[in-house]
């Protein structure tokens, strides 16, 4: 009786010991602790402690905050850079903040820059340049990174600079692979989503209710860009005021508008998808330059990082399609491989209720597709 018991002993430390088996061990403890429903945090008990540092970036005589993890001991690890969206708290979003720890004790070195020009006042191309001093920055770090092993995360707006910085940097500093949650390929499909609710793929129209605070979000972006001062100032009390009642009356002040004014307004307040087009074509060059600069279909051929694109197939912030139209593009040319969740709003995890029937049709292949997403990223540990 011994001996079979010793056998199966071996034979279970064998099994734990595979490569393949301790990383979708590892995908899984990471998987329970980056939804905050669950509860806990698992992979702390089997991984190292991490350590947090706040290193400074110096770009065209500034500097860039940034949040720095790792594992401890000497041992070089691959990077992880992870791009915001546009939030209040920035680099130091609790999410974000959970994301990287949770990467951080998977294996990799992972680096959150603070970007000035993305955030819910500001959102300028300008902010390419500073995902790529990051990229710069950490790819110098010989210390702890080992060398040619970087990949990105980008998180909803953020990813589309993202995937622009990675394709520029590609034949300088080549980034292994490329994240993108809840992103998009052509800026001007977002705009008309958010206006109008309705998005196109394949030549067929959808019609989903957007976020009734996109449009305005927009306001905030532009307003930088503006010559027009009063302009300015009045497009944010419109933008108060339509945030609070979407139904209230503006006129008042939108009859007061210069041209250049009225012609953001009439953008964001049209409900009509096929003269988004027209009236994007009819915004001052300056803002014109702003969507192009931002858009990856405008500036992105070729990508040498291998692609994996995550979105909520129930987006109300950015449609799904755009994540489709992603896909389809860098399919052939770069490795891609496309996630559809249920269980997300946008970039947050939204869970069902747990009942037998959402059991077998939600959580399983959900979980399936979450745990096989992370097991994918953890094999650019080595």
Not at 268 to 285: H, M, W
Request: net charge neutral; glycine share 8%; charged share 20%.
């Amino acid at each position: 009786m011994q001996k079979p018991i010793i056998f199966l002993l071996i034979a279970a430390l064998l099994i734990i010991c595979l490569p393949a088996v301790q990383r979708g061990s590892v995908a899984l403890l990471a998987l329970h602790d980056l939804v905050p429903q669950f509860g806990g945090k698992w992979l702390p008990y089997v991984s190292k402690k991490i350590i947090v540092e706040h290193p400074q970036i110096e770009i065209e005589g500034e500097k860039l905050e940034t949040n720095l993890y790792r594992p401890g001991g000497g041992k070089k690890r691959t990077a992880l850079v992870c791009v915001h969206g546009v939030n209040e708290l920035g680099k130091d979003d609790p999410r974000l903040e959970n994301l990287a720890k949770t990467f951080a004790r998977a294996g990799f070195v992972v680096l959150v820059p603070g970007l000035p020009d993305m955030s819910p006042g500001k959102l300028n191309p300008k902010v390419i340049s500073e995902i790529e001093a990051s990229i710069r920055y950490i790819s110098g770090r010989a210390d702890i990174v080992r060398q040619g092993k970087l990949g990105i995360f980008g998180f909803s707006v953020g990813s589309g600079p993202t995937i622009i910085a990675a394709s520029r940097l590609q034949n300088q500093i080549p980034v292994s692979f490329l994240i993108s949650f809840g992103g998009y390929y052509d800026i001007a499909e977002v705009i008309r989503y958010s206006t109008t609710g309705h998005f196109s793929y394949q030549r067929k129209d959808f019609f989903i209710e957007p976020d009734p605070e996109s449009r305005w979000f927009f306001v905030r972006y532009y307003a930088d860009f503006l010559k027009n001062q009063n302009d300015a100032d009045i497009l944010r009390q419109i933008t108060q005021i339509k945030i609070s009642d979407p139904g209230s009356d503006v006129s008042g002040l939108s009859d007061r508008l210069s041209p250049e004014g009225k012609s953001i307004f009439n953008l964001l307040t049209n409900a009509d998808p096929q003269r988004v087009g027209e009236l994007i074509e009819n915004l001052p060059a300056e803002l014109q330059s702003f969507v192009r600069g931002l858009n990856p279909k405008e500036q992105v051929e070729q990508l040498s990082a291998n692609l994996f694109i995550i979105h909520s197939a129930n987006d109300n912030v950015i449609p799904y399609t755009q994540s489709l139209e992603l896909r389809n593009y860098f399919k052939g040319k770069t490795h891609t491989e496309l996630f559809l969740l249920n269980i997300f709003s946008h970039v947050n995890p939204v869970l069902p209720p747990f009942t037998p029937g959402n059991f077998f049709k939600e959580y399983v292949p959900e979980t399936y597709s979450f745990w096989k997403l992370i097991y994918e990223i953890l094999g650019y540990r080595t």
